[in-house]
């Protein structure tokens, strides 16, 4: 019990400060490729330092929807630590509803996210609440099937459990099934996160961007922590397609040694993972916004298709 | 006297709370009354399915009838039908033969015409109660006839005689009165595409009756299909199975595409009902294959789940029903698009609607979530099937549920911030006044309802699960678990929505301590919503449900098929200036244009071809009837 609690503190604690320096590591990398001298990696703090100190200017538009958005926003993310495998494979949170918890948690986010782009009534917040909402929408189809294309190989849907089961087969790399499902995610995890060629999230007045025109009324500490949570977003999903498709190096919770292995190990993935997502940024530009769910819609065949090769095989 | 027809109503709901809790639990009972009915008598079994809808209907008659005591003024017309209708679907689970059956299920589609004709000055609700009377009647004929086939079969109309007799029947027989009483049942519970009725009918009746409407009476389509499909005919073949998985695919996926585009609250609300009738038909579906297939845990696991949510629509689709009837009360209209800013002006009612639209969008920790959740875990574990075909069947099923999940999570942003948020878009939504205290206590029941079905799974799966073995007539152990998790066959997955709630109920205020231990600026100014340097805002500057709803529109255009209209009236002097812009982009029905009105077209060309045996000459009759006499003598 208090190994788990200890290991749930340890793991929040992960998600909820590695964030901004992943999110800070991605922006150095993309500036340095295009040529640029860029922002230190550790940006992202003070970004939210200076924002803490500033002072909230709430529209008078608004209700208390408005308001209770940021926190709630930050509680799904929490709560999502807790359930994706970070540095063991028993995350803390596992026995609580899984894979779909974790879907389902983040279209709470997005819920009240959007709620709150309608809530200050101008038309910069519904134009990106309605986008929002389209794009997560269009998204769940692929991460359901691809992982239940996951959960057919490894016979259950624990994301421990698939890890683990995963961890021992060597040729991987080399599965059809598993790289089709490996593409599709990566492909919503660049939608849902917002990340081009879906959304721009180095813009502000652009008029086909989507999240950051949703959260244009927030400042302040509200600010601080929409940002943070779109930051803690992308972190608990990069994790989870490094941790599903290179199982190793995941910690059995015995002791802090092997922990600690599992939340290096975690690093260099994420590494990884980060260089690939910089280079894409780099070399592809933003899709019209209508394209974009032709893009899903292709995310969605490559789920399907991984599906089948694992009906046909079997 | 109104208030006092409405609180028998209420007690009658308690009673039947009481003893379908206690049919639930496996407590049986009979009466038989030979003499009181031709063919058959009236008879009537209580047993634990039937006691389950018994008490659903009551849970939901309680707070409906409730509501109608604060609403007056609109209950005052239709008390008796009202009376009838509550009653009369409280046989409807515990009818035990088919004179029984089909006498309340008759009474229950009459009562609630009537009230579906509540405003009889409305062309719209006349138009609706007239089609509402056609698709009910259509499905009563197929139900007749599915009945007195099996009847005539067997040779008794009592419904446990059929149960005995089920494996002796010839599979024709099985397969062509399976397809007649399914056609019945669907068309009550408004599966695609015997759903024409339903958002017509529901929105037109008084608030209170369409919560009734949606939350129950379509569920006893449900139950019918679910004695259909798993009781009365034994186990059938997979075809059956696999057409209500495809069949709950469908209605699910077109149910919310519908409502994403329906600007009317109480419509968009009746269009979400098609919807969960499909979820709950995916449950259904994959029981009855599993079933087939000899897998009875798996079996049972749908049947939970569909069940599951059939008590949570219940729930959540009456609470939002009482809501948007607070709602339409307060500002007259049912256009979401003159709505706006109610959160001001209504906060219970605000919050009651906020609650029903997250426990309807499924998100954790409230019931949806539990329900659509034990559903994906039943779809999921298809690979134990050997049939690749069928494989592809819950396939489609489980990416149909993925999509009409997020589907309805956008859907319910739009109904919930067009109507409740932001700046009031009529003066008739700027004066509204917040709804009386009966209304909110009824709201407030049925949300307490969804938070306990939500965070209380432990407590409702093992009496649904004594309800689905005995369905299935097997005791599996599906699901176990303890006091905070359900587990689901075994190691493969489990659920602990305590957990999720009071883990985010945490989360939620750990950056509100955190914030303030790290010194955080609490400096706060109210200020007008930022605009590009215009001077003033106005409710025309928002975002409308229609600009909302449009990149759905655009992306599923081969569904919606939108056709566009533009008028732009220019100024005589200049056509830099404007004076007038129309625009209208509506969509087509695809049932309507495809199926419906040829249909008709082919009824009204029959129907003509024989008015022209009808000359008026009485000569001519008189032939007939000599014609018609020989006939029968030589067909003697």
Known sequence: ?314 | MTRLGYGVVALMGAAAVGLGGYGMTGGGAALRLPSLLPLGGLELTLDPLGGLFLALIGCAAIPASIYAFGDAAGARRGRFAYAVFVTSMCVVPVAANTMTFLIAWELMSLASYFLVLHDRQSKGSVNAAWIYAVMTHAGLACLLAGMLLLGADVGSPRFADWRAAAPTLTPTTRDAAFLLLALGFAGKAGVVPLHVWLPLAHPAAPSHVSALMSGVMIKLGVYGLLRVSLDWLGIGPSWWGAALLIAGAASSLIGVLYALVEHDLKRLLAFHSIENIGIILLGIGSAALYRVAGLDALAALGLIAALYHTVNHAMFKALLFLGAGAVVHATGTRNMEAMGGLIKRMPWTAVCFLVGSAAIAALPPLNGFVSEWLTFLALFQNMRLEAVGQNLVFTLGIASLALTGGLAMACFVKAFGITFLALPRSDAAARAHEASRPVRVAMLTLVTACVVLGVGPTLVVPTLESVASAVLGTAPEAISGDWLTVRVSGQFASVSTAAIAVVLAGSFCAPLVALRLVGASRRTRAYETWGCGRIVQTPRMEYTATAFASPFKRVFDFFYRPTKRLDIEFHPESRFFVERIEYENPTRSIFEDWLYRPALRLLHGGARAAGALQSGSANQYLAYILAALLLMLVLA
Do not use: C
């Not at chain 1, 500036?31 to 230190?40: C, D, H, I």
């Not at chain 1, 599709?184 to 008029?207: K, Q, S």
């Open chain 1, 1 to 314: 019990m208090i190994a788990t609690l200890a290991l749930a503190v340890v793991q929040i604690a992960i998600v909820a400060f590695g964030a901004p320096l992943l999110v800070g590591t991605l922006r150095t990398l993309k500036a340095r490729l295009v040529g640029r001298q860029g922002p230190s990696p550790w940006q992202p703090y003070a970004d939210v330092r200076k924002l803490l100190a500033k002072e909230v200017v709430v529209s008078t538009t608004t209700s208390w929807v408005f308001r209770a958005t940021p926190y709630a926003l930050v509680a799904t993310l929490l709560t999502a630590a807790l359930i994706v495998p970070v540095m063991t494979v028993r995350p803390p949170l596992a026995f609580a509803g899984n894979i779909i918890l974790l879907v389902y948690l983040f279209m709470l986010g997005t819920f009240f996210l959007a709620l709150a782009g309608l809530d200050a009534g101008s038309a910069f917040g519904g134009m990106g609440s309605s986008r929002e909402v389209a794009v997560a929408a269009l998204a769940e189809p692929t991460v359901v099937v691809a992982v239940f294309a996951l959960a057919l190989r490894a016979e259950s849907i624990d994301l421990g459990r698939i890890v683990e089961r995963f961890a021992g087969e060597p040729w991987l790399a080399a599965n059809p099934a598993h790289l089709l499902a490996f593409a599709a995610l990566f492909i919503v995890m660049l939608a849902e996160t917002g990340r081009l060629p879906v959304d721009n999230p180095a813009t502000h007045l652009e008029l086909t961007m989507i999240h950051e025109a949703m959260v244009l009324e927030y400042s302040g500490r509200y600010l601080a922590l929409v940002e943070w949570a779109s930051a803690m977003k992308l972190f608990v999903f990069m994790t989870l397609l490094a941790n599903l498709f290179v199982p190793w190096g995941l910690a059995e919770p015995t002791g802090p040694i092997p922990v600690l292995v599992g939340a290096l190990a975690l690093a260099a993935k994420l590494a990884v993972l980060t260089a690939a997502v910089a280079l894409l940024e780099t070399a592809v530009a933003k899709l019209r916004l209508f394209r974009v769910p032709e893009l899903l819609a292709g995310s969605f065949a490559l789920a399907f298709l991984s599906l089948m090769a694992i009906f046909v095989v079997r």
